[in-house]
Nanobody, 118 residues
Framework: VQLVESGGGLVQAGDSLRLSCAAS????????MAWFRQAPGKEREFVAA????????YYTDSVKGRFTISGDSAKNTVYLQMNSLKPEDTAVYYC????????????WGQGTQVTVSS
């Protein structure tokens, strides 16, 4: 199983970015997928998740109203639309796959850097 993120970059505060994560592998199975991020000197934190069965989404409070998670379970792809970016959103963003339940992530991508300048 392989998860590959893309779409990161350097933007200014207030700008938007769209991250993508594509999963592949013959044994790949997914209950839902999520995005996490890790800023320098900080622990990795949950950002957003989506459950495929009913497209229910979850967000950490700091991104509610600004970020939107979406995806296509048939294509094993998840996206993170990030609007109104702030310097505190600067981090490496990782996608993760849950095979059985959200909160228990089995597969991880290598990460993509998002840098927001003020």
């Amino acid at each position: 199983v392989q998860l590959v993120e893309s779409g990161g970059g350097l933007v200014q505060a207030g700008d938007s970015l769209r991250l993508s994560c594509a999963a592949s592998g013959r044994t790949f199975s997914s209950y839902g997928m999520a995005w996490f991020r890790q800023a320098p000197g900080k622990e990795r934190e949950f950002v957003a998740a989506i459950r495929w069965s009913d497209d229910i989404t979850y967000y950490t409070d700091s991104v509610k109203g600004r970020f939107t998670i979406s995806g296509d379970s048939a294509k094993n792809t998840v996206y993170l639309q990030m609007n109104s970016l702030k310097p505190e959103d600067t981090a490496v963003y990782y996608c993760a796959n849950a095979r059985r339940r959200l909160g228990d992530y089995d597969d991880w991508g290598q990460g993509t850097q998002v840098t927001v300048s003020s």
